[in-house]
């Protein structure tokens, strides 16, 4: 399997643009979670999705943030307007059914946003 | 408020040395304890524990898990240059049951 898949590796934009970010879950799992990693916070749930469906957002920091899941193979997280306080690497990560929320989660590498 | 706490923030050690990494939670409905390695990308998985006093070890990495003390600690013997890396604690439950991270603690091995 490729692992999980996310798109762009590298976003350097500027405030007020809108930014979106690409992850494509592996084959098979029911969970997907997006996290954003900062040197000040760690890792940081935003929101993760059961069977396409959200089940938790509460981590997402304000409106400006939404994610989809239109089908099991595809997530967005958009931010807009973004803000140089939004620079951080957002990890999406998958797992399957046996694992659940709480188990082990498989990390794709990340996209590194820098919003100037 | 859930809280991972991961002790020590940064460790610095040489080729061949031992080293425990701490990792202590507040956490309601415990469910999962899992230690993540992280090098320049992904998190990778490494344990996850469930159970107090079992340890569970792979090659020279082991891990053991407390309940009681509301603890895990991750061993490593014979460190090598490739095990530098922020090694990273989680814990599953919560009133979301979802996992929380800790800040991680960060690794150098030296030759």
């Known amino acids: 399997d490729a692992g999980v898949i996310q798109s762009p590796r590298h976003e350097v934009t500027e405030m007020g643009q809108e930014v979106t970010l690409r992850c494509k879950p592996i084959s098979g799992h029911d969970y997907l979670f997006w996290y954003r990693q900062t040197m000040m916070r760690g890792l940081e749930l935003l929101i993760y999705f059961n069977n396409n469906v959200p089940i938790d957002d509460s981590g997402m920091p304000e409106d400006r943030f939404s994610a989809k899941m239109p089908n099991a193979s595809f997530s967005t997280l958009k931010i807009q307007p973004s803000e140089p306080r939004d620079s951080a690497v957002y990890f999406c990560?998958?797992?399957?059914?046996?694992?659940?929320?709480?188990?082990?989660?498989?990390f794709g590498e990340g996209s590194r946003l820098t919003v100037l | 408020e859930d809280k991972v706490v991961q002790s020590p923030l940064s460790l610095v050690v040489h080729e061949g040395d031992t080293v425990t990494l701490n990792c202590s939670y507040e956490?309601?409905?415990?469910?999962?304890l899992l230690w993540y390695k992280q090098e320049k990308k992904a998190p990778t998985f490494l344990f996850m524990l469930t159970s107090s006093g079992i340890e569970k070890k792979s090659g020279r990495l082991s891990s053991i898990l407390d309940k009681k003390e509301l603890s895990s600690i991750l061993n490593i013997t014979a460190t090598q240059t490739g095990d530098s890396a922020i090694y990273l604690c989680a814990v599953g439950g919560g009133s979301n049951y979802k996992l929380t991270f800790g800040k991680g603690t960060l690794l150098t091995v030296n030759p």
């Open positions: 956490v309601t409905n415990f469910r999962s």
């Open positions: 990560a998958s797992s399957p059914r046996t694992s659940g929320n709480t188990g082990e989660l498989f």
